[in-house]
């Protein structure tokens, strides 16, 4: 692309934008003066669709009127509530409506996965992660290894970025893999890294991993929403998501969860059991031996808590009217504008250090700013700009294709460069 360093320009952009219309379907939070603030940070909480106020009072409606009943009389029957959402949370991550599920948040699945996943042994029972890993993936990977009596410090095994480099190179994980392999059970990897906004080959990973007779395993938080992954195709054994960063559902809300097709008639597989796990046909028989359900949803426990999925209902109805090859389309040029406005800048304080190939991330760039400190994300917030700061000196922003503006991505980055 050919950009142009101006307002006018920014605004053409705009102009040009196809999806400029569903920034209306969302309520942008605004100052005391009444503008809009400049939102980067979708890819931490998302913004509120306006629809999903409706969406939860339609239940909340049903609840008043039906009471328990509302499992079968509400407009929408709470008792396979989670059966709406998974055709469109299926599409979103390239998998089949069978390898699918919406249940529990992200990091209780990722361990009730490992309970099916990670069944290690005295002689391969390592774990390798991303150095640059989410806390909480870590802090789960750990008490995995110390819950099965393994000690972490040999159990962990961190894929590291080369000296003096921020990104991952496959090169260095298929070295682990020749090296250990034998001795690991499980690769546990983010798709999307939430640091450096990087986008692994998830394809290739499964490749290496299976080659050693690894499990592989995709932590999606970061992707969902944002890049897409193709979970069936990449071969991948599970994955799981969050659902309140890129897929626009609310604070806290519920995760969706990928087991591949390959395991979705294994009923050998280790796994915690529960009602809704059950048979369905036999559910409320209430006395029958435990008989487990196919595919994803073979892995629930609970029935489905039905306020935060109508916000996810909400959500997924609107990525579908939409849809995810629109927003990606939209996604690299956005994301493109942002990159080339802070290449733009005249200084060498500043270093973008998310990959710079559209192909190796999603919308997220991460900018690392020589000699700043935290003052400068106050400063960023005072202009109403709203990003993530992660110590020691990285900015993370993420211009979000259903919100944000190409005029959004000019404005901050002319209030950094004076910040600068
Ligand atoms: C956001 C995020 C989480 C958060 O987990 P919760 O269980 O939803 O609190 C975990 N892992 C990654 C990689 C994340 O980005």
Same mark, same amino acid.
């Given at each position: 692309?050919?950009?142009?360093?101006?307002?006018?320009? =920014?605004?053409?952009?705009?102009?040009?934008?196809?999806?400029?219309?569903?920034?209306?379907?969302?309520?942008?939070?605004?100052?005391?003066?009444?503008?809009?603030?400049?939102?980067?940070?979708?890819?931490?909480?998302?913004?509120?669709?306006?629809?999903?106020?409706?969406?939860?009072?339609?239940?909340?409606?049903?609840?008043?009127?039906?009471?328990?009943?509302?499992?079968?009389?509400?407009?929408?029957?709470?008792?396979?509530?989670?059966?709406?959402?998974?055709?469109?949370?299926?599409?979103?991550?390239?998998?089949?409506?069978?390898?699918?599920?919406?249940?529990?948040?992200?990091?209780?699945?990722?361990?009730?996965?490992?309970?099916?996943?990670?069944?290690?042994?005295?002689?391969?029972?390592?774990?390798?992660?991303?150095?640059?890993?989410?806390?909480?993936?870590?802090?789960?990977?750990?008490?995995?290894?110390?819950?099965?009596?393994?000690?972490?410090?040999?159990?962990?095994?961190?894929?590291?970025?080369?000296?003096?480099?921020?990104?991952?190179?496959?090169?260095?994980?298929?070295?682990?893999?020749?090296?250990?392999?034998?001795?690991?059970?499980?690769?546990?990897?983010?798709?999307?890294?939430?640091?450096?906004?990087?986008?692994?080959?998830?394809?290739?990973?499964?490749?290496?991993?299976?080659?050693?007779?690894?499990?592989?395993?995709?932590?999606? =938080?970061?992707?969902?929403?944002?890049?897409?992954?193709?979970?069936?195709?990449?071969?991948?054994?599970?994955?799981?998501?969050?659902?309140?960063?890129?897929?626009?559902?609310?604070?806290?809300?519920?995760?969706?969860?990928?087991?591949?097709?390959?395991?979705?008639?294994?009923?050998?597989?280790?796994?915690?059991?529960?009602?809704?796990?059950?048979?369905?046909?036999?559910?409320?028989?209430?006395?029958?031996?435990?008989?487990?359900?196919?595919?994803?949803?073979?892995?629930?426990?609970?029935?489905?808590?039905?306020?935060?999925?109508?916000?996810?209902?909400?959500?997924?109805?609107?990525?579908?009217?939409?849809?995810?090859?629109?927003?990606?389309?939209?996604?690299?040029?956005?994301?493109?504008?942002?990159?080339?406005?802070?290449?733009?800048?005249?200084?060498?304080?500043?270093?973008?250090?998310?990959?710079?190939?559209?192909?190796?991330?999603?919308?997220?760039?991460?900018?690392?700013?020589?000699?700043?400190?935290?003052?400068?994300?106050?400063?960023?917030?005072?202009?109403?700009?709203?990003?993530?700061?992660?110590?020691?000196?990285?900015?993370?922003?993420?211009?979000?294709?259903?919100?944000?503006?190409?005029?959004?991505?000019?404005?901050?980055?002319?209030?950094?460069?004076?910040?600068?």
């Amino acid at each position: 692309m050919n950009y142009e360093n101006s307002l006018d320009y =920014a605004k053409q952009l705009d102009r040009e934008d196809s999806l400029a219309y569903v920034r209306d379907e969302f309520h942008i939070p605004k100052d005391k003066n009444g503008k809009d603030w400049l939102y980067f940070t979708g890819n931490s909480l998302g913004l509120q669709p306006k629809q999903t106020q409706q969406y939860i009072q339609q239940e909340l409606d049903d609840w008043a009127k039906f009471g328990v009943e509302g499992h079968f009389e509400a407009k929408n029957p709470w008792m396979p509530y989670h059966e709406y959402l998974t055709d469109k949370m299926a599409k979103i991550v390239g998998a089949k409506p069978l390898e699918v599920v919406v249940m529990n948040t992200l990091t209780t699945n990722l361990h009730l996965l490992m309970v099916s996943f990670y069944q290690p042994t005295k002689e391969k029972y390592k774990i390798v992660i991303e150095s640059d890993a989410f806390p909480s993936d870590r802090y789960a990977v750990q008490s995995q290894l110390n819950f099965h009596g393994f000690d972490v410090e040999e159990g962990l095994i961190e894929w590291k970025p080369r000296k003096g480099e921020e990104i991952l190179n496959i090169e260095d994980l298929e070295q682990i893999l020749l090296e250990q392999g034998d001795e690991i059970a499980l690769l546990l990897i983010g798709g999307v890294n939430y640091y450096t906004g990087q986008y692994l080959d998830l394809k290739k990973i499964a490749e290496l991993g299976h080659a050693k007779s690894c499990i592989v395993g995709i932590d999606l =938080a970061h992707g969902a929403g944002n890049i897409q992954p193709n979970l069936h195709e990449s071969g991948v054994d599970f994955a799981a998501w969050c659902t309140y960063k890129y897929l626009n559902s609310g604070p806290g809300s519920l995760s969706g969860l990928f087991v591949h097709e390959k395991h979705a008639h294994n009923k050998e597989l280790p796994r915690f059991a529960g009602w809704w796990n059950h048979n369905k046909e036999t559910r409320f028989n209430m006395r029958q031996p435990f008989d487990v359900m196919p595919g994803a949803e073979g892995w629930q426990l609970s029935n489905p808590p039905i306020l935060s999925m109508a916000a996810i209902r909400s959500s997924l109805d609107l990525f579908d009217k939409v849809g995810m090859d629109a927003l990606r389309e939209k996604s690299e040029k956005l994301t493109g504008y942002f990159e080339y406005l802070i290449n733009e800048i005249d200084t060498d304080r500043i270093k973008v250090i998310t990959p710079s190939n559209p192909k190796e991330r999603g919308c997220q760039l991460s900018i690392q700013v020589k000699n700043a400190d935290k003052n400068l994300h106050k400063k960023l917030t005072k202009n109403n700009i709203i990003t993530d700061w992660r110590e020691p000196d990285v900015i993370r922003c993420a211009p979000v294709p259903m919100y944000n503006t190409f005029e959004d991505v000019f404005q901050m980055v002319a209030i950094l460069k004076t910040l600068l």
